[in-house]
């Protein structure tokens, strides 16, 4: 399985709605990632984590909360958003050994903040 | 700010043609990654090379890493309609696990 599952593929939310998007992964890889993706944009790191602990927040609006509940699972909770929020967001992993070497995407949400 | 630039923005060609993107980046690395992604999807991994490279190939792929302009190139050979997506370089950021994308070039490949 070389796979990484997102759900849900598209999200619609109000600014005052509480969602979350969820990423699993199956190929033992130890480092997971939110990407926030813009239209015509290149992917921007969001959060990092790595052995189900957080790495890197790359000062992230408290309104995004990434949770790790275990090895296989990844979360991003979303409250209180601003349109400009609107995104595609992209979850990645790779495994310890090739950390900066090779990623694997999901298909990613299409958010819109209305 | 963004670790590499790539040029250019968007390229059109015929199937069969060649396509070259560029990109160019700022601090060292000691790898550099080409991704490509389809319209509103996830990136897909094409192809890794060392800095200790100059070239290397995969099926119709081909890279060139130049470290003393600190640019790279992705050569798709024998283009077809669904090499169209768009194409990020990568680089990995000092110190940890931060794989920073270039700006992208778009391609289209008319059938």
């Known amino acids: 399985d070389t796979e990484v599952t997102q759900t849900p593929k598209h999200l619609v939310m109000g600014m005052t709605n509480k969602k979350s998007l969820k990423c699993e992964q199956h190929?033992?890889?130890?480092?997971m990632y939110w990407y926030k993706q813009k239209a015509k944009k290149p992917p921007e790191l969001m959060f990092v984590?790595?052995?189900?602990?957080?790495?890197i927040n790359e000062s992230v609006p408290s309104r995004f909360s990434p949770e790790c509940p275990n090895s296989s699972l990844l979360n991003l909770h979303l409250h209180a958003l601003q349109p400009e929020d609107s995104a595609l967001y992209l979850c990645?992993?790779?495994?310890?050994?090739?950390?900066?070497?090779?990623?694997?995407f999901g298909s990613g949400t299409q958010l819109s903040v209305l | 700010s963004q670790q590499g630039e790539e040029d250019p923005q968007a390229l059109s060609i015929q199937e069969g043609e060649n396509a070259t993107m560029n990109c160019s980046y700022k601090?060292?690395?000691?790898?550099l990654q080409w991704y490509r992604q389809n319209s509103g999807r996830g990136l897909v991994h094409l192809i890794l090379?060392?800095?200790?490279?100059r070239e290397k190939h995969s099926g119709r792929l081909r890279v060139t890493l130049d470290t003393s302009k600190k640019s790279s190139s992705l050569l798709i050979t024998a283009s077809r309609a669904a090499d169209t997506a768009s194409y990020f370089c990568?680089?990995?950021?000092?110190?940890?696990?931060?794989?920073?994308f270039g700006a992208g070039t778009r391609l289209f490949v008319k059938a």
């Open positions: 190929m033992g890889h130890r480092a």
């Open positions: 984590y790595s052995y189900e602990k957080l790495s």
């Open positions: 601090t060292s690395i000691n790898n």
């Open positions: 990568a680089t990995p950021a000092a110190g940890g696990f931060k794989t920073i």
């Open positions: 090379i060392r800095s200790n490279e």
């Open positions: 990645a992993s790779s495994t310890p050994s090739r950390i900066n070497e090779k990623l694997f």
